[in-house]
């Protein structure tokens, strides 16, 4: 669909904004307050899908309005419900993945056609919200490199990395990075807690691990987790794991691939984990590889 080319105009302004924001949220404000002008709205919302808890959450929104909740959550799992005829719905989107809804109303209802040039537009602004997201990412796998660079303690960093993946993934069980000892056994040397608050008690437990099982270093996404490793690499009181993504850390040796840890990330949901996660996982991995070197050699040592 072709946009007026008033509407384009602004939406060109509007995306220049959004590209020089800091926050993702002051970007969703700014997003908002030009639709609810172009489209002559009384009122308007931002609302963010929260993966661990399965909801819709109000990131932002203009004037007043009730906005429910079945329908906002029935339009995001794009099952068209019906809309009074003062509402418009359309798709928020991170680059290619929609990551919520935003909602229009108007007290005189809407020309036709409005539904179909917001989402039009938010397409375009999700191209802008992608590519801030990916400079997010970036910044934040800097900041652990320079946290290496500083003479960070191994485990220091890998909780600083197991910290940033959760503001990216949002993970609701837990990630761990268990670090090889022998051809058949591990040993969990970090371990985050996300299903309760508090430490956790596996840190620096044995478990088994058939190393040669882990392929050439593809991180792999696993449903229906229920494997020895994940009875052993989670708390005795903590619910079971349901799906995870499990990055083999590999040294080459000789020009072959040689496992030297491994970094999980768990769920208590089935299907949880994204194309978008493998994709944030992916770019932390050479810090967790030396993390994982580093306090394999520690371990040595000591």
Same mark, same amino acid.
């Given at each position: 669909?072709?946009?007026?080319?008033?509407?384009? $105009?602004? $939406?060109?302004?509007?995306?220049?904004?959004?590209?020089?924001?800091?926050?993702?949220?002051?970007?969703?404000?700014?997003? !908002?307050?030009?639709?609810?002008?172009?489209?002559?709205?009384?009122?308007?919302?931002?609302?963010?899908?929260?993966?661990?808890?399965?909801?819709?959450?109000?990131?932002?929104?203009?004037?007043?309005?009730?906005?429910?909740?079945?329908? @906002?959550?029935?339009? &995001?799992?794009?099952?068209?419900?019906?809309?009074?005829?003062?509402?418009?719905?359309?798709?928020?989107?991170?680059?290619?993945?929609?990551?919520?809804?935003?909602?229009?109303?108007?007290?005189?209802?809407?020309?036709?056609?409005?539904?179909?040039?917001?989402?039009?537009? @938010?397409?375009?602004?999700?191209?802008?919200?992608?590519?801030?997201?990916?400079?997010?990412?970036?910044?934040?796998? &800097?900041?652990?490199?320079?946290?290496?660079?500083?003479?960070?303690?191994?485990?220091?960093?890998?909780?600083?990395?197991?910290?940033?993946?959760?503001?990216?993934?949002?993970?609701?069980?837990?990630?761990? @990075?268990?670090?090889?000892?022998?051809?058949?056994?591990?040993?969990?040397?970090?371990?985050?807690?996300?299903?309760?608050?508090? %430490?956790?008690?596996?840190?620096?437990?044995?478990?088994?691990?058939?190393?040669?099982?882990?392929?050439?270093?593809?991180?792999?996404? &696993?449903?229906?987790?229920?494997?020895?490793?994940?009875?052993?690499?989670?708390?005795?009181?903590?619910?079971?794991?349901?799906?995870?993504?499990?990055?083999?850390?590999?040294?080459?040796?000789?020009?072959?691939?040689?496992?030297?840890? !491994?970094?999980?990330?768990?769920?208590?949901?089935?299907? &949880?984990?994204?194309?978008?996660?493998? %994709?944030? $996982?992916?770019?932390?991995?050479?810090?967790?590889?030396?993390?994982?070197?580093?306090?394999?050699?520690?371990?040595?040592?000591?």
């Amino acid at each position: 669909m072709e946009l007026p080319g008033d509407i384009g $105009l602004g $939406l060109v302004n509007v995306a220049k904004q959004v590209l020089e924001v800091r926050y993702e949220r002051k970007a969703f404000s700014l997003i !908002l307050r030009w639709l609810t002008q172009t489209f002559k709205c009384h009122a308007s919302a931002a609302f963010i899908y929260k993966r661990s808890e399965g909801r819709l959450y109000k990131a932002c929104g203009v004037g007043e309005y009730d906005w429910g909740g079945g329908a @906002l959550l029935e339009f &995001f799992y794009n099952r068209r419900p019906q809309l009074p005829s003062e509402v418009v719905m359309a798709p928020l989107r991170r680059g290619r993945q929609v990551i919520g809804v935003t909602a229009l109303a108007g007290y005189d209802g809407f020309p036709r056609g409005v539904g179909k040039a917001a989402t039009e537009a @938010l397409s375009f602004l999700g191209r802008m919200l992608g590519l801030k997201w990916e400079e997010r990412v970036a910044l934040a796998f &800097f900041r652990s490199v320079e946290a290496m660079m500083r003479g960070r303690s191994a485990k220091d960093i890998c909780y600083l990395v197991m910290h940033e993946l959760r503001r990216f993934i949002d993970y609701d069980h837990g990630s761990s @990075l268990i670090v090889r000892e022998n051809s058949h056994t591990g040993r969990i040397v970090t371990r985050q807690v996300a299903w309760q608050s508090g %430490k956790s008690d596996i840190v620096g437990k044995a478990i088994e691990i058939d190393w040669e099982d882990l392929g050439t270093g593809r991180i792999a996404c &696993f449903e229906d987790c229920r494997g020895q490793l994940f009875e052993d690499a989670r708390e005795k009181s903590s619910p079971p794991v349901r799906s995870c993504l499990l990055a083999p850390l590999l040294r080459w040796i000789h020009g072959k691939p040689h496992a030297i840890g !491994l970094f999980s990330i768990a769920s208590k949901q089935a299907n &949880f984990f994204l194309d978008n996660d493998r %994709k944030v $996982l992916e770019k932390f991995i050479p810090v967790l590889t030396l993390c994982a070197l580093k306090l394999k050699g520690e371990e040595t040592h000591e």
